[in-house]
């Protein structure tokens, strides 16, 4: 983990898990800093382009928003993140490790729950590849059908016809 600290009295880090975030200077020693909700909050931001301060004023209600995230839309969230880094088709790799924040999952074990619920119960994945497992690694496909629910046809799945000639 990188850090720097800036003049607006809060320090900048990168980490594998959480991506680049900010936190007030103030409060850069307390435990509640290695709360997964906040962990959550810092890579779903990330993952949205954005870059989150977390600060005494908002830190409580970081976790509070994410700890109370329901199931479906974790299992959500974790679809999401896998289709958001390919197409149908393509192979991505997730680290359960380091990813499971995208989901707002409190540790792997509960990502890993959502990732077999969308390939075995849900159809939306595929598990396509252990050979990285040793490293926590694991090898995923967006379905078509996971894409069907992520991108449902605006007509209703009808095919127009061309227009007569």
């Known amino acids: 983990m990188k850090s720097e600290l800036s ?3 809060s320090a900048s880090f990168e980490c594998q898990r ?8 103030a409060i850069l020693n307390e435990p509640l800093l290695r709360n997964p909700y906040l962990s959550a909050a ?4 990330f993952e949205a382009g954005e870059r989150i301060t977390i600060e005494a004023s908002n830190a409580q209600e970081l976790i509070e928003f994410h700890r109370r995230t329901t199931v479906p839309a974790r299992v959500d969230k974790a679809l999401r993140y896998l289709a958001s880094k ?5 192979l991505i790799w ?17 990502f890993g729950t959502y ?3 969308l390939d075995r119960e849900e159809g939306m994945i595929r598990a396509f590849s252990s050979e990285r497992a040793k490293e926590g690694v694991w090898g995923y496909v967006t379905t078509v059908r996971g ?3 992520l991108e449902p046809s605006p007509l209703g799945g009808v095919i127009p016809r061309a227009p007569a000639s």
């Open 7 to 9: 003049s607006s009295e």
């Open 18 to 25: 959480c991506r680049q975030y900010a936190v007030a200077t």
């Open 42 to 45: 810092a890579r779903q931001r």
């Open 86 to 90: 390919g197409r149908p088709g393509t």
């Open 94 to 110: 997730i680290n359960t490790d380091l990813d499971f924040p995208a989901a707002g999952a409190e540790d792997k074990a509960e």
């Open 115 to 117: 990732l077999v619920h």
């Open 147 to 149: 894409w069907q629910y």
